[in-house]
């Protein structure tokens, strides 16, 4: 089944302890994107990959990190979490560029102590 | 930078009656593409409907029409003979290298 997986589904942390959240996907997309949701802001990108090793910044990116070493893979990494980190995050893919339909992974709920 | 607006935060329409959220953007590129996100309550992203700037024709999906309007930078979308399962948010969204999101619209479809 064509999907894109993200984990952990929820999480709760407190403030300063690194944490990542991975996210994999089957599809062999080549783009591969991280947003935060928040309410009445909708979706903000944090940071997006057009393929292996490269990199780009999003509306958001202060405080995250991402690396793309493999196709499948693009993990998010919160170095040093603070409480306005605390949100609902959503990893997705799509074929080059991504024009066409991205495919969103189930979320993951964030909560920052 | 392309902003997203999504002016209605909420919204409501009988079952069986038509519905229409609006979408403005603001871009100074030329080529670019519009989608509708819908967001049931399990959070997930489905897709209900593309359009590619470049295409004068108004995209459809079965129930799903959108009025595009690229002098205007408008994109809206409707949703005819509304039914309960239409009930989410909806998202739109404007793509070029990056992607941008409106602020979403909460719509309720009552019985």
């Known amino acids: 089944e064509a999907q894109v997986t993200q984990n952990p589904r929820y999480l709760i942390t407190v403030t300063g302890k690194k944490l990542t959240v991975t996210c994999s996907q089957n599809?062999?997309?080549?783009?591969m994107s991280w947003y935060r949701q928040d309410p009445g802001l909708g979706l903000r990108q944090i940071y997006y990959?057009?393929?292996?090793?490269?990199?780009d910044k999003g509306d958001v990116p202060e405080g995250y990190k991402v690396s793309r070493k493999e196709k499948r893979n693009f993990p998010l990494i919160l170095e040093s979490p603070s409480p306005n980190q605390t949100s609902l995050y959503f990893c997705a893919s799509s074929y080059q560029p991504p024009t066409n339909e991205q495919f969103f992974g189930p979320g993951t709920r964030l909560t920052v102590l | 930078a392309q902003t997203v607006t999504q002016s209605q935060p909420e919204m409501s329409v009988q079952e069986a009656e038509t519905v229409t959220l609006s979408c403005t953007y603001d871009?100074?590129?030329?080529?670019?593409?519009l989608f509708w996100y819908k967001q049931p309550p399990s959070r997930q992203m489905i897709l209900v409907i593309r359009q590619e700037a470049y295409k004068q024709q108004n995209a459809t999906e079965n129930r799903f029409s959108v009025n595009f309007q690229k002098a205007a930078k408008s994109f809206s979308l409707k949703i005819s003979d509304s039914q309960l399962g239409d009930t989410a948010m909806y998202f739109c969204a404007f793509v070029n290298n990056d992607m941008r999101f409106g602020a979403g619209t909460r719509l309720t479809v009552k019985p």
């Open positions: 871009t100074s590129e030329n080529n670019y593409y």
């Open positions: 599809m062999n997309h080549e783009y």
């Open positions: 990959s057009m393929n292996v090793e490269v990199t």
